[in-house]
Nanobody
Framework: QLQLVESGGGLVQPGGSLRLSCAAS????????IGWFRQAPGKEREGVSC????????NYADSVKGRFTISKDNAKNTVYLQMNSLKPEDTAVYYC?????????????????????WGKGTLVTVSS
């Protein structure tokens, strides 16, 4: 079946780095729009980043611009989120997600969090 499995979460000190991975199975990510989302304790889910498989365009939430980078490895069918200069406010469960298609419509759906497939999440805790 179609699956997205996140990994790489854990405990890191402020200023540290983590790289999250999201391995897809049952479908090819290159045919999808992909994104990362997060939900902090007591808060609503928010978008972190979207990646267009059509042209490689990326989008980042203002809170993570300059610190986080989304990327995709087609050979491994895996999406990554490189997180640098982590702050305590980055603490959250991070989810990868995919939306069918590579069109602008799919792109905007990602920006709005309207995704077809979701991983179960990986917890990132930033604390000293």
């Amino acid at each position: 079946q179609l699956q997205l499995v996140e990994s790489g979460g854990g405990l890191v000190q402020p200023g540290g780095s983590l790289r999250l991975s999201c391995a897809a199975s049952g479908f090819t990510l290159d045919y999808y729009t992909i994104g990362w989302f997060r939900q902090a304790p007591g808060k609503e889910r928010e978008g972190v980043s979207c990646f267009s498989s059509s042209d490689g365009s990326t989008n980042y939430a203002d809170s993570v611009k300059g610190r986080f980078t989304i990327s995709k490895d087609n050979a491994k069918n895996t999406v990554y989120l490189q997180m640098n200069s982590l702050k305590p406010e980055d603490t959250a469960v991070y989810y990868c997600a995919a939306r069918t298609g590579r069109s602008l419509s799919s792109w905007y759906n990602c920006l709005n969090g309207a995704m077809n497939y979701w991983g179960k999440g990986t917890l990132v805790t930033v604390s000293s």
